[in-house]
């Protein structure tokens, strides 16, 4: 009997220390955890895999700033991906601590998520083949034109209500779009400005920006609603990032390429 009680105790003892071991892995708590964080793999600038397995890109920046000033140094951060249509469902199960990855901040999505920042502002625009005479800003788009733009993303649904008449198609990720633009399948690409800067600079002379924004997108870092505390956190970080200039090297090191010059950092929204 003896045996069999140490059996069973060394067996409840097991089922105990998983359940906790598996909270501490999920990145919560203490510096010496991981912790994951939420963004885009495949937007050159802003938020990309590399062929080697690394992050890079603006986006991908703050979120290092901001993960270190909670504690977390690089190594102890796994990306994971945070395509449009999953963000709010990424947060609200607990699968990310946080999300950057051009997320705007929005009536709608604040109902289900809280938001810090915003950390940056772009605003809408066109991305057509660089041989393009006939497309010069949305209105044109609807003689005809097929337009891509990302499912679940604020451009597609401002298509949508102000632009009904455009042959709308929408993709599961921009580089698809990008990929459909260029062989034709589709006439323009529509996204925030500062998203079509990167893809052009990254295959330079096969695109064009084409007209003047049309919208004013405010990008902020995303978060299970209600935790205020790491809500502040974020936003005292962010403050940190631009008055120490790690903000603007963060964009001249990511866009500068794109010719796009640094603006000036938005103010943070603390309460």
Known sequence: ????????????????????????????????????????????????????????GFDVDVAKYVAKELGYPEDKIEWKEAPSGQRETLIQNDQVKFIAATYSITDARKEKVDFAGPYLITGQSLLVRADNEDITGPASLENNKKLCSVSGSTPAQRIKDEYPGVQLQQYDTYSACIEALKNGAIDAVTTDEVILAGYAAQQPGQFKIVGDTFSEENYGIGLKKGDTELLTKINDALVKMEQDGSWKKAWEDNLGAAGIPAPEPPQINQS
């Not at 203490?30 to 992050?55: A, C, R, W, Y």
Request: aromatic share 2%; proline share 7%.
């Open 1 to 56: 009997m003896p045996s069999i009680s140490k059996r069973v105790l060394g067996a409840l003892a097991l089922a105990v220390a998983l359940p906790l071991a598996a909270t501490a892995c999920g990145g919560g708590g203490d510096s010496g955890d991981t912790i994951v964080i939420g963004t885009k793999f495949d937007q050159p600038g802003l938020g990309l895999k590399n062929p080697d397995g690394t992050m890079s």
